[in-house]
């Protein structure tokens, strides 16, 4: 039994995801992250947010949380 038999490559390179966020169709390898990395090769180790949509919603929560962290000491 070869690992090839298994799965190959091509089951990923083909392979399309619509992102929860954006609700645009794009590519599993180039536009999502990879979460799980001892599930490499399938199509579930794969984020379900691109990451325009991940970096946009980290950057917007970073700026609203340094907004309220400090305040002037009520002595």
Known sequence: ???EDQFSLEHLIFVERQCRVCG???DL???FY???KHKRPFPS???Y???QCSIKRILSN???IHKHLWEYPDW
């Open 49 to 51: 947010e691109c990451k």
């Open 45 to 47: 180790a794969y984020s």
């Open 29 to 31: 390898l180039n536009d």
């Open 1 to 3: 039994m070869d690992i």
């Open 62 to 64: 970073r700026k609203s």
């Open 24 to 26: 645009k169709v794009k």
């Open 34 to 36: 990879l979460t799980r």
